[in-house]
């Protein structure tokens, strides 16, 4: 079983950039996908981005393709999300999340294990 603590988030103008950490501990890494989902207060947690066990693969969220970079490092057991230009909507609580599956997932239920969730404000 994995643990996930997320880190990094904060207050930022629009325009602005944050990076967004993700520390596992408990289980072997590298045999997870992850992903970042994000929930807007009194809306459904969405997908952000994902990444594959090696990190080569990478998907977004059509809403953050362009201004958001997700990344990890096997070595230090952590997945990254570079976020740019933020615009107020991205405004969110952010969590990581770690899939067992051997398929990709863009499905919060496809996921096993999540953080506690990283707040993130951005404001106009």
Known sequence: Q???VESGGGLVQAGGSL?????ASGGTFSNYRMGWFRQAPGKER???ARINRSGVIVDYAESVKGRFTISRDNAKNTVSLQMNSLKPEDTAV???????????????????????GTQVIVSS
């Open 19 to 23: 990076r967004l950490s993700c520390a």
């Open 94 to 116: 952010y969590y990581c999340a770690a899939r067992m599956g051997m398929t990709p997932s863009r499905i919060r239920d496809g996921y096993d294990y999540w953080g506690q």
């Open 46 to 48: 969405e997908f952000v």
């Open 2 to 4: 994995v643990q996930l």
